[in-house]
């Protein structure tokens, strides 16, 4: 029988988190959950990787993910004493490939609904670097010599109309439509446009644009609960703004992922991104502030930093109250938004009945095309509303949800709803029975459209 080298790397790991093998297992399996995969291991599987056995390639990064997030930083195969993986085998683990390319190849993957699940199954890392504006705005550009095709401004006003009309679909109809039609108009448009030859200034341009398409591709692949995805577009979203020198478009990437860390409940993380979005932002207007504070003010609130968390509420506020009343397809943030903030604020901190209160404020304000923000601002007040006892209410919040949800298809909404059938297994009033069996009719209708 042939004996196995103890991982020493692995051990000098374990040590430095300050864990027993227990410890690394449920914090294995709690990665594992977050990303939709079996979790499973237990302490006896962390004693067989100390003693020298190789977890299956599976495995492997959830350990590393588990232990960067107690580390602090990233980790390595290398330091855990295990082989790289091979790149170009996984969609979510780049190999050597410049910013435009790896675009590509992520939504190649994700317009194939057999790559996505692969795609889907990647780990969102609460530990990974995020590099400096300035850092990618001092990045050589690829020269697009020897390219045939030429674009000009006409080219960067259809990828900036596709981005809105996208958007649109996304607020109407759910993101489970808008975001294929976003990857394919990355990969079969954008992409090539990007390799194109073109003036400087034209260039600079198309690259912000597809920064702005990129953001709101990760934006939905995250709120669609796809995280790894969601963090991979994101990042791309972040070097295409760098190379672009749009300062504006970074850090609104910056704060979509605070929002990504905040909804993972990575309170630490949420708030130091929220913080880094906003010492990045170019002297703006008001609604860019009352953007970015917003998310401090809901990342502050996560820590338990009260005073921090109420202060920057009043700051978002009193921006938004100088800003004008247009409204942004991307990066948009109004009354709807801010209420939003202070109800994820007042619930962060404990408050339920204010954070009912706020969420109430946020969708009477909200515009009738965001059925999918309201399904998702309705869905969670309902659940509060349940928490504070209050039955009749949160029926009737329900079928408020039911009336957006039956027109979307979103896994957020579809979150939501498995929400509202669990707790309403044994309903103990006429409204809930008869909101039961509505309930039932539209997941039937659903399951065989």
Not at 79 to 83: D, K, N
Not at 294 to 302: F, I, K, S
């Given at each position: 029988m042939t004996e196995r080298t103890p991982n020493t790397g692995l051990a000098a790991l374990l040590a430095a988190t300050g864990w027993t093998q227990s410890q690394l297992a449920g914090a294995v399996n709690r990665v594992a959950r977050e990303a939709g995969r079996p979790g499973g291991c237990d302490k006896h599987n962390v004693s067989k990787w100390l003693g020298g056995t190789v977890p299956r390639a599976a495995v492997r990064p959830l350990v590393l993910e588990a232990l960067a997030r107690r580390l602090g930083r990233p980790v390595t195969y290398a330091?855990?004493?295990?082989?790289p993986p091979v790149a170009g085998s996984d969609p979510a683990v780049p190999g050597a490939e410049d910013t435009v390319e790896g675009l590509v190849s992520t939504g190649r993957a994700d317009m194939d609904p057999a790559r996505r699940t692969?795609?889907?199954a990647s780990l969102y890392s609460a530990a990974l670097p995020v590099p400096l504006f300035r850092d990618l705005s001092e990045q050589t550009e690829s020269a697009a010599t020897g390219r045939t095709t030429r674009i000009g401004p006409g080219e960067v006003a259809t990828v900036r109309t596709m981005t809105e009309r996208i958007a649109g679909i996304l607020d109407e109809l759910g993101g489970a439509h808008a975001r294929p039609m976003a990857a394919a108009f990355l990969v079969n448009t954008v992409g090539p446009w990007l390799r194109a030859s073109a003036s400087g200034s034209v260039?600079?341009?198309m690259l912000a644009a597809a920064s702005d398409l990129v953001y709101l591709t990760g934006w939905m692949a995250m709120y669609e609960r796809d995280h790894g995805l969601g963090q991979r577009y994101y990042l791309q979203a972040l070097e295409l703004a760098g190379a672009a020198e749009d300062h504006v478009t970074y850090c609104r990437t910056l704060r979509g992922m605070a929002l990504q860390a905040a909804n993972l409940k990575h309170g630490r993380r949420a708030l130091e991104l929220a913080d880094s979005a906003a010492e990045a932002a170019p002297a703006g207007g008001p609604r860019l502030h009352a953007f970015l504070a917003?998310?401090?003010?809901?990342?502050?609130?996560?820590v338990g930093d009260r005073r921090q968390a109420f202060a920057r509420l009043r700051e978002t506020e009193a921006a938004l109250s100088r800003a004008d009343d247009r409204r942004d397809h991307l990066g948009g943030y109004d009354l709807a938004a801010y209420h939003f903030h202070v109800s994820?604020?007042?619930y962060a901190l404990g408050d339920v009945p204010a954070s009912v209160r706020a969420m109430q404020d946020s969708n009477r304000v909200r515009p009738?095309?965001?059925r999918q923000g309201r399904a998702h601002?309705?869905?969670?007040?309902a659940q509060r509303q349940m928490e504070m006892g209050h039955m009749d209410a949160a029926c009737e919040t329900w079928g408020r949800f039911l009336d957006d949800y039956e027109g979307l298809s979103s896994s957020r909404a579809d979150e939501h709803f498995d929400v509202l059938a669990r707790r309403l297994r044994s309903p103990r009033t006429p409204a809930a029975r008869e909101l039961r069996e509505r309930a039932a009719d539209i997941a039937l209708r659903k399951a065989t459209a």
């Open positions: 330091e855990a004493g295990w082989p692969v795609l889907a260039r600079r341009s917003g998310q401090q003010a809901h990342g502050a609130a996560l994820s604020v007042a009738p095309v965001e601002a309705t869905g969670l007040l």
